[in-house]
């Protein structure tokens, strides 16, 4: 089986764009992948063209040294875009491999270890920064059968934050603590916002909220930062999300204090990197929680990895609050269990979803639609009309 040639498709998707491949090969089997990265949609699309000379005429199944291919004829590294654009490919002949035997990837990974997965929603707070907006849509994501869910509350603080926008930032947490089931999980997304002193000054300020995680807590520019936060917070902390190395992943294990690492597998080269940090974590003693924020394939690969990592803690999910017409560019999508909270696990030949190209040429790519967390009102996720003010004042 050879590859014979890749395609792309972009999505504007409301408040961010999505980038979708697909693999052909001479056997007629194809395999699909994402490549979103945030503000950087056309740039990974024409990294895949640029590169897929690399993978045409290679077999498909053979993923690790395709993948290995990809990076290293490159004699320079490009980062984050490389590894997506190796991921979008790695992932999609994960695909076609599965496809091929008739299972699904998970089996290919060693089999299930579990039957579904707790799951926290994400983009669900589209609303006004106050404490009883907050709650009314928290409500909203409980009513869809989620137990748990993730929010940033800061606002555009950076660096610093005033004394009066942290006490708000803690009434927000506060009153979904009070008025919300006890059980419910609520996690801190920090956005990588703040100092070491900040970040601590403010994980004690929530301490007595129970919160789950304190993700992101300091800047992204040095490692060291997250580990003296983490063995000071309060809360447990969470990161790792923007690395694009597994060796990333071990210097973070060799730092100590974390015990929760967040693989993005589109920023890491695919689903094989994606497994090498789940079994450093589990050497470690720790556990991973994928980031995921992109489109529904980067979620069925997400779930791919939940249904076969022993040490799998939770998985985040944007999907059930994106647009409705977004549930219709895919064959399959995750459901809720309100019993639990969980998210069922895809279970057909290979990644188990595919697309509809119909649905998605409807939606093509919209150069204004991403997020800035530094744009006030950012959390209301408006993408196209939020970016397009913000042009319009400039």
């Known amino acids: 089986m050879r590859i014979t040639e890749i395609e792309t498709f972009t999505v504007g998707a409301g408040w961010k764009n999505w980038l979708f491949v697909k693999v052909h090969t001479d056997a007629g089997?194809?395999?699909?992948?994402?490549?979103?990265?945030?503000?950087?949609?056309?740039t990974?699309?024409?990294?895949?063209?640029?590169?897929?000379?690399?993978?045409?005429?290679?077999?498909?199944?053979?993923?690790?040294?395709?993948?290995?291919?990809?990076?290293?004829?490159?004699?320079?590294?490009?980062?984050?875009?490389?590894?997506?654009?190796?991921?979008?490919?790695?992932?999609?002949?994960?695909?076609?491999?599965?496809?091929?035997?008739?299972?699904?990837?998970?089996?290919?990974?060693?089999?299930?270890?579990?039957?579904?997965?707790?799951?926290?929603?994400?983009?669900?707070?589209?609303?006004?920064?106050?404490?009883?907006?907050?709650?009314?849509?928290?409500?909203?994501?409980?009513?869809?059968?989620?137990?748990?869910?993730?929010?940033?509350?800061?606002?555009?603080?950076?660096?610093?934050?005033?004394?009066?926008?942290?006490?708000?930032?803690?009434?927000?947490?506060?009153?979904?603590?009070d008025k919300l089931p006890r059980d419910t999980r609520i996690l801190i997304d920090v956005h990588a916002r703040f100092t070491e002193i900040a970040a601590i000054k403010s994980a004690e300020r929530f301490a007595n909220l129970d919160i789950y995680?304190?993700?992101?807590?300091?800047?992204?520019?040095r490692q060291e930062t997250v580990h003296e936060v983490a063995r000071r917070s309060p809360i447990p902390v969470a990161t790792g999300e923007m690395y694009d190395t597994v060796g990333q992943f071990y210097a973070l294990a060799a730092g100590g204090g974390v015990n929760i690492f967040q693989p993005e597998p589109m920023s890491l080269g695919g689903i094989g990197p994606s497994m090498q940090v789940a079994n450093l974590a589990l050497a470690h003693g720790s556990y991973i929680a994928p980031h995921q924020s992109g489109g529904p394939v980067a979620t069925a690969?997400?779930?791919?990895?939940?249904?076969a990592v022993p040490n799998f803690l939770i998985q985040e999910h944007f999907d059930a609050f994106n647009e409705e017409w977004t549930f219709d560019i895919v064959t399959w999508r995750p459901k809720v269990n309100p019993k639990n909270g969980h998210l069922s696990l895809p279970d057909a030949p290979g990644l188990g979803v595919d697309l509809n190209l119909d649905a998605i040429t409807q939606h093509p790519y919209d150069p204004n639609a991403y997020l800035n967390t530094n744009t006030e009102g950012w959390e209301q996720r408006l993408g196209t009309v939020q970016n397009k003010a913000r042009t319009k004042k400039g």
């Open 29 to 42: 089997i194809y395999g699909i992948g994402e490549g979103t990265l945030n503000g950087f949609i056309a």
């Open 44 to 177: 990974t699309e024409a990294g895949v063209h640029e590169l897929k000379h690399l993978a045409i005429g290679q077999d498909p199944r053979r993923i690790n040294s395709l993948a290995k291919r990809m990076l290293d004829s490159v004699s320079l590294d490009g980062g984050h875009i490389h590894r997506t654009v190796i991921a979008a490919v790695e992932v999609a002949c994960w695909d076609i491999l599965g496809k091929s035997l008739g299972v699904p990837i998970h089996q290919l990974l060693g089999g299930q270890v579990r039957e579904s997965e707790l799951g926290y929603a994400n983009g669900w707070y589209r609303t006004e920064r106050t404490p009883e907006s907050f709650l009314e849509a928290a409500k909203a994501v409980l009513a869809k059968g989620f137990r748990a869910f993730k929010l940033d509350p800061f606002g555009t603080a950076q660096g610093f934050i005033s004394h009066e926008e942290l006490e708000l930032s803690y009434d927000i947490c506060r009153m979904l603590r």
């Open 213 to 221: 995680w304190w993700e992101e807590p300091t800047s992204r520019d």
């Open 301 to 307: 690969v997400c779930l791919q990895l939940a249904a």
